[in-house]
């Protein structure tokens, strides 16, 4: 089963995507010292867009360890 939310980009998530940019860059950098857009790799890109969405609450990554091993699980909050 797949589900797919929409997350318009109002006032607040366009200012914790701008808070978060400079983060985003360096790591690019850090991949790419050429690079000057996020946009030039679209991992990034899209890390920069879920790393939002985690700083505004709408997801919540867990971890957790069984017999079988280690698991991430991700929930997504509406």
């Not at 400079?22 to 790419?32: D, I, S």
């Not at 790799?41 to 709408?58: A, K, P, Q």
């Amino acid at each position: 089963m797949r589900k797919t939310y929409f997350i318009y980009e109002n006032k607040r998530v366009i200012k914790v995507l701008n808070e978060t940019h400079g983060e985003m860059l360096a790591a690019l950098k850090h991949r790419n010292p050429k690079a000057t857009e996020l946009i030039q790799d679209e991992e990034i890109c899209h890390l920069h867009d879920v790393l939002s969405l985690l700083r505004l609450g709408h997801l919540k990554v867990l971890r957790a360890e069984n017999e079988e091993g280690r698991m991430m699980m991700l929930e997504v909050l509406t």
